[in-house]
């Protein structure tokens, strides 16, 4: 096992949950110019409902896991109907007050049903880790790996081949001329919800196996994800996922450099830097491209 | 050539229009028959984005009434009048930069479920430099080609009345050409059109008839040609401009 191959590979596992969770920020964002601050704690909702129907329950992982995709999903719908879609012509900040709000509201009501201590998903000890390329990953490493891959995958076939896809695309661009051509611009930003939250609650399933739940893990998370959104520049999509793998990557090789117990300050410094120097992100859009007639 | 008949196709009467407190408009009249090409000019600011706008629902502080072949479409959404028949080439440049030319096109098509195929030939065969360029995204193309974007997609949702704002700002003298020879054509070949336009020589050239609007009201109407001769409307509007 060489250290360099452990960590990268460590980064592309924790950068792929980041990237899950960071495409709901810049899908929503790409659309609404809004970030959804409640995100994080859909993440957390998703590890949860995986949780109560997986090990409370004992229904079959295989089914929890979309059955928990699903039920977030219709949560980010609702979320946005009742929560944000009657403040879409109030100031900026009143949407993000909201969504401040709903995300202490949930971590509270997590705390409430399932009290402040850990759950974990763990049965048995813990399996046998494979050596994959010099580094030694777990099954459960692996599936993150290639369920979060899949979900990406189908996420870009959808936005790219999809008629309803392509609607986002262009409402992304311009929502008053995508109205014009016929495209429901609400059933579009449904849309968005939906799938931003069903990926973040796989994201939150995905770390519950792995780690211990708790109502504050989607905190870090989700302020991990924005980062990741900020760097690969909001509202694109690609860029949500390089710039998760980034985070990912440079705060699992940072702790080569520094005490590990500085690794989530990295992703906090990485925001103020960007937000510093180059706002726009890697793939971001340029502002004169933001044409409006 | 096919010439005005008598079926009105749009008809605003009436039509006063506010941004917040400010009224833009003040009790404008306006028709549009079925096949005619009719122009609306003015001076900046004049009101004249607004009263397409208000024809695509995306103002929603107006009052008076807007009849589309007979039917009030004043209290319609703006993605529900794609749908009867009317398209909108925005002012400005209005394709999607991200999207490549030939999802802009298709995307045009969004309310309809029918064949698409031959509409986009049409409209490639209208603007063959779009057709080289289908797999791009349309931000790359330069002004004049994301307008013939902007034009193609508008076809693309066949219109039965076709709302151009301002078609020709900004472009080169052969592009400009370029795109009122296409307005002719299409005018030509059937399609009523109602347009926007700064270049009032050229569009009173054009146009079957014309209104002129001035802070938000009507001012003038009347055949083009005999606007153009009007010794009024030479001295507000003509002077110089060629
Ligand atoms: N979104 C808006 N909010 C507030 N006022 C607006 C808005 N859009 C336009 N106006 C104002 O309404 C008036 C009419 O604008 P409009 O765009 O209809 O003019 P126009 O005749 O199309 O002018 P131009 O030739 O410059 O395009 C102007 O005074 C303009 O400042
Ligand atoms: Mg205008």
Redesign the interface.
């Known amino acids: 096992m060489s250290i360099a191959a452990q960590l990268i590979a460590n980064g592309l596992i924790a950068g792929s949950i980041y990237a899950l969770v960071a495409l709901g920020y810049t899908m929503v964002y790409g659309i609404l110019k809004f970030i959804n601050f409640a995100h994080g704690e859909i993440f957390m909702m998703g590890a949860y409902i995986g949780w109560t129907l997986h090990v409370l329950w004992g229904v079959p992982l295989l089914i929890a896991f979309p059955v928990a995709m699903i039920c977030c999903g219709a949560f980010g719908y609702f979320l946005e109907k009742i929560a944000y879609k009657p403040l879409r012509n109030a100031p900026v900040w009143a949407p993000l007050i909201t969504a401040i709000g709903v995300s202490i509201f949930l971590q509270s009501l997590a705390i409430l049903i399932y009290g402040a201590q850990v759950k974990t998903f763990r049965t048995g000890e813990v399996a046998q880790g494979l050596h994959i390329l010099g580094a030694i990953i777990t099954p459960i490493q692996l599936t993150i790996i290639i369920v979060s891959t899949v979900l990406m995958v189908l996420l870009w076939l959808f936005v790219k081949k999809t008629k309803i896809g392509k609607a986002m695309r262009a409402v992304a661009d311009n929502r008053e001329v995508a109205s014009t051509i016929g495209i429901n611009v609400n059933k579009v930003i449904s849309v968005v919800f939906v799938i931003g939250s069903a990926l973040a609650a796989a994201g939150g399933i995905l770390v519950g196996m792995e780690q211990n739940l708790t109502p504050t893990m989607g905190v870090s998370v989700g302020i991990k994800a924005f980062t990741a959104t900020i760097v690969g520049g909001i509202g694109s999509i690609p860029g949500a996922v390089l710039g998760g793998l980034a985070i990912g990557l440079i705060e699992n090789i940072g702790i080569w450099f520094i005490p590990s117990g500085y690794k989530d300050a990295i992703a906090f410094i990485i925001l103020l830097l960007m937000l510093i120097f180059k706002p726009t992100g890697i793939l971001g859009r340029k502002k004169e491209e933001d044409v409006r007639g | 050539m096919l010439k005005p008949s008598k079926d009105i196709v749009l008809k605003i009467s009436n039509l006063s229009s506010w941004y917040g407190k400010v009224q833009i408009l003040h009790e404008v009249d306006m028709h549009v028959k079925k096949g005619e090409l009719v122009s609306i000019i003015g001076p900046n600011g004049a009101g004249k984005s607004t009263i397409l706008k208000n024809i ?1 629902g ?1 103002i929603k502080k107006r009052k008076g009434n807007i009849k589309f072949l007979k039917k009030e479409i004043i209290t319609m ?7 009867i028949g009317i ?2 080439v ?5 394709v ?4 490549t030319v030939e ?1 802009n096109l ?3 098509a ?2 309809r479920s029918d064949n698409i195929k031959k509409d986009l030939e049409y409209v490639y065969d209208k603007f063959p430099v779009l057709k080289e360029r289908r797999n791009q995204p349309a ?1 790359l193309l330069s002004g004049g080609e994301q307008q013939m974007v902007s034009m193609g ?2 076809l693309m ?1 066949k219109p039965k009345l076709l709302l151009l ?1 301002e078609p020709t700002l900004g472009l080169s003298p052969s592009m400009k050409k370029l795109i009122f020879d296409k307005i002719i054509e299409l005018n030509k070949s059937g399609l009523t059109i109602l347009m926007v336009e700064q270049n009032a020589r050229m569009s009173l050239k054009l146009s079957d008839r014309a209104y002129v609007l001035e802070l938000g009201r009507n001012r003038y109407v009347g055949k083009g040609k005999t606007l153009l001769k009007d010794k009024r409307i030479q001295h507000l509007y003509l002077g110089g401009v060629a």
Do not use: M, N
Request: hydrophobic share 35%; glycine share 6%.
């Open positions: 695509f995306i959404q703006p993605e529900e009048l794609a749908k398209a909108i925005p002012q400005g440049r209005s999607f930069p991200s999207l999802e298709v995307i045009g969004y309310t931000k997609r508008s949702v704002d």
